[in-house]
């Protein structure tokens, strides 16, 4: 069952990015869900932690809320940012070095991040993205902690992606974007689920 959900994840993610780079709505409707519960099962089949289900089954549902044609940024937004926190309590280890971690990566990304929360337009939007980037920061501060080279590479993937994400909508649209953000995303998401599922 592991193969053949591993399987699953790889044929829905290939099918995913090919309904965005084309822009094939219908097909983007059908393979973006599948291609995390697929995932979802694929981490299931291990000795996954409650913690990583619902990263991933609350990443499911911020990804059917992007996806959909009504602007669901704050509900999608919402999702991942329990994902996030899920992800943290997946990664057993001593809270000290996650924090030194944390600091870490808050000043690597703040030039960057301050940026993006400049150009958001709706002021009352700049808190939930500014919580939002401290539970990623923290998501990734926890995978480099843990000293696992997989969930790392994934978590920085995922990070990747989310800045992508964030770049995209407020400060500079490029048309590459939307692959670059799908792909990493799904890389990410496999080497967390990868590292964490046990």
Do not use: C
Request: net charge positive; hydrophobic share 65%; proline share 5%.
């Amino acid at each position: 069952m592991d193969a053949t959900a591993l399987v699953a994840f790889g044929v829905f993610a290939a099918l995913d990015w090919l309904a965005v780079s084309r822009s094939i709505r219908a097909l983007e409707y059908v393979a973006k869900p599948a291609t995390l519960l697929a995932l979802l099962v694929y981490a299931a089949f291990g000795h996954a932690s409650p913690w990583l289900v619902a990263a991933l089954a609350f990443s499911l549902l911020g990804d059917v809320f992007l996806m959909l044609p009504a602007d669901l940024f704050l509900a999608g937004l919402a999702a991942f940012l329990i994902a996030h926190l899920a992800y943290v309590g997946a990664f057993v280890g001593s809270l000290m070095p996650r924090l030194v971690w944390l600091a870490v990566v808050i000043v690597v990304l703040a030039p960057v991040a301050a940026r993006i929360l400049r150009a958001v337009p709706d002021r009352a939007l700049r808190v939930p993205v500014a919580v939002y980037s401290l539970a990623i920061a923290s998501m990734v501060a926890s995978a480099i902690a843990s000293a696992s080279t997989v969930a790392i590479v994934g978590a920085v993937l995922f990070l990747v992606s989310d800045m992508l994400i964030a770049w995209n909508r407020f400060v500079d649209s490029r048309p590459w974007a939307p692959l670059a953000i799908i792909v990493t995303y799904h890389l990410g998401q496999l080497g967390l689920a990868t590292a964490l599922r046990g």
